[in-house]
């Protein structure tokens, strides 16, 4: 009986220590992915919050924008929506196209009679108006 009892604590030790080196390289690449996930949310957010777009002014079917805050942006990658109805791209024009530093304008062209304009970049930042 000392035997078997001393025979059954090593190999339960021996499971346990098996089952530890299989679940530590898992547990280990787990937390690698949400470390990961976390600074890539954490760059993002830090973007997002530096990032301020402000419509200046609306005339006729010309909506002027002004990139106010420190991050370059890319003007083709805007969204508009009026009216609640988002555009497809191809319904309006982006002058200058391309990257759009901060402290500059851009202007988009648009037919649109009255109501509320709202344009977002890429990273979420929006400014709305109603006219």
Do not use: C
């Not at 021996?14 to 787990?30: E, H, K, R, V």
């Not at 508009?80 to 304008?105: D, F, H």
């Not at 037919?111 to 400014?127: C, E, F, H, W, Y």
């Amino acid at each position: 009986m000392g035997f078997s009892t001393s025979a059954v604590v090593v190999i339960f030790a021996a499971s346990i220590m098996y089952m530890a080196t299989l679940f530590y390289p898992l547990a280990d690449i787990s937390y690698q992915h949400v470390r990961e996930a976390k600074k890539n949310s954490n760059e993002l957010w830090n973007e997002k919050l530096n990032t301020k777009i402000v419509i200046t002014d609306w005339s006729g079917n010309n909506i002027t924008v002004f990139n106010n805050g420190s991050t370059t942006l890319n003007s083709s990658q805007i969204n508009v929506i009026i009216n609640g109805e988002i555009k497809p791209s191809s319904s309006y024009t982006v002058n200058p196209g391309g990257v759009w530093p901060p402290e500059t304008s851009i202007d988009v062209d648009i037919q649109t009679g009255s109501g509320r304009v709202k344009i977002i970049a890429a990273n979420g930042a929006a400014d709305y108006t109603a006219i």
